[in-house]
């Protein structure tokens, strides 16, 4: 008996302690880790901003009372006993303070009369309209996304019963797509087998899906063209500011399994998300929903398309299956933009052989026609 006190009943208390302290440590205060802040200048988007906070939990959230601020109304929520972490979170809400538009948020830390952060969004009630959804991230984090919506162009939907007015053509029907090759400058992103750095497979296999796209007469935007530092808040606002038609975000993938191979395609979908606060009205919520619908939808046929023709691109020179479907996940730089978007991971550094392949410059080739192929296939002229 002593035995099994000894070696089973006190490492597990001692288990059941540390995450008793650990679950009591995390009720009392939650982390904010990251602040992202998309914008558009563009008048065609419904959705003119949107700021996203990752907490380390499930966070409260207080929706505290209008105040008039001379013609703009300060909507202000607060999250009781959360707190920013230390670093890249600080470097994000300054960021977002800093910024001066036509509209002004500004996120503090505060002790009295509770601790916990302030979040307030000083805006034209007559320009926008403010609302939140709560979301899961990957990597286990808790997301919420505050969106401001374009009030006169939510009008001009109502009166067009719906109807999709939102795109006109900024450039005389040439379809017009954003590709953005992941990472850069110090960011290497995932760096696998013999050194290979996932910034490097991105940029070559986007520029090419650039050459190839120009080929058949799309006119291109690349979120960057050489080994540079680019924020994902300075990606989206890339292709939202240029009226991009899609948006593709080409990435390589790492796991901790190193027989994890093949390619997969990411894209958002309103289920995914779940409103929790809203300054509109029920038939605006309903045309709101309308067109985020359709733009999940678009997404969503890119996404397969995208799939499809890289894995016919590539998958004759592999043993194992490649095709990892498409999936449906809300990634940062998909959330940031204004049209149809999509992240396909072109293979797994982390996988010796495929590691091999994606730093050859054939094999970059035809991963890079089969994006292009894909993109084709779903624009319809």
């Known amino acids: 008996m002593s035995k099994i006190i000894e070696h089973f009943l006190i490492p597990l208390f001692v288990v059941i302690s540390v995450l008793y302290a650990f679950n009591s440590f995390g009720s009392d205060g939650i982390m904010l880790n990251k602040v992202y802040h998309h914008t558009t200048q563009s008048p065609v988007h419904l959705e003119q901003a949107n700021v996203s906070l990752y907490f380390s939990g499930n966070p409260q959230v207080q929706e505290l009372k209008n105040k008039k601020v001379q013609d703009d109304q300060l909507t202000t929520f607060f999250f009781p006993k959360a707190v920013m972490s230390n670093g890249e979170c600080e470097v994000m809400v300054k960021r977002l303070n800093d910024y001066h538009g036509c509209y002004n948020i500004t996120m503090t ?21 403010v609302s939140y959804e709560q979301f899961d991230s990957i990597g286990l984090q ?5 969106r401001l919506y374009n009030k006169e162009l939510l009008k001009r939907l109502e009166q067009a019963n719906n109807q999709p007015v939102l795109r006109t053509l900024w450039h005389k029907g040439i379809s017009r797509i954003a590709i953005d090759p992941g990472h850069g400058g110090f960011d290497c992103g995932a760096i696998g087998h013999d050194g290979i750095q996932e910034k490097d497979i991105c940029l070559a296999i986007g520029k090419t899906v650039g050459n190839l796209l120009e080929q058949h007469g799309c006119s291109v935007v ?7 530092n680019v924020a994902l808040d300075e990606r989206t606002a890339c292709a939202n500011n240029n009226h991009a038609d899609l948006f593709v975000s080409i990435h390589a993938n790492y796991a901790a399994n190193p027989c994890a191979v093949g390619i997969e395609t990411f894209c958002v979908q309103p289920h995914l998300f779940k409103q929790q606060f809203s ?4 038939q605006e919520n309903s045309c709101i929903a309308d067109m985020m619908r359709q733009r999940a939808d ?4 890119l996404a397969q398309s ?44 982390s996988h010796k052989k495929e590691a091999a392949f994606l730093g050859d410059g054939w094999y970059q080739d035809r991963i890079a026609r089969g994006i292009c192929d894909g993109i084709l296939s779903a624009i319809r002229f």
Do not use: W, Y
């Open 109 to 129: 830390q505060v002790v009295k009369p509770t601790k916990g952060i302030l979040l307030a969004f000083n805006v034209d009630p007559h320009k926008f309209s």
């Open 142 to 146: 808790k997301g919420i996304v505050f």
């Open 279 to 282: 300054q509109m009205s029920d």
């Open 298 to 301: 678009s997404s969503c046929a």
């Open 222 to 228: 690349l979120t960057r063209n050489s080994d540079c």
């Open 306 to 349: 995208v799939q499809r023709c890289v894995c016919d691109a590539v998958a004759g020179l592999h043993e194992e299956p490649i095709d990892r479907k498409v999936k449906h996940s809300v990634t940062q730089v998909l959330l940031g933009a204004q049209m149809p978007a999509v992240l396909v991971e072109v293979g797994f550094v």
